[in-house]
């Protein structure tokens, strides 16, 4: 099982893949998700985002400045103001 992810940018689409899971920088400290999370929407603050593809796959971490993460049935999608 897996978790839709899309990761948007003002720009452009950068990312949409299945992966285990996220962890995002929201405005009240960092959150995970996982396939089958709870739908909610959080702001973001500026930090890291960490990424793991798989279970047991080393993870990819990148740099974003602020913006929205939405969690529903359909899986995260992740608004970035701007990743750097």
Do not use: C, W
């Amino acid at each position: 099982m897996a978790l839709k992810f899309e990761l948007v940018t003002p720009e452009k689409l950068l990312r949409s893949a299945e992966v285990h899971m996220v962890v995002v920088p929201g405005a009240d400290g960092d959150f995970a998700v996982l396939e089958g999370h709870a739908p909610f929407m959080s702001t973001m603050r500026d930090g890291e985002m960490i990424i793991y593809a798989t279970e047991n796959a080393e993870p990819e971490k990148l740099s974003l400045n602020g913006g929205f993460a939405e969690v529903n049935e359909k899986g995260l999608t992740v608004l970035a103001e701007q990743i750097s």
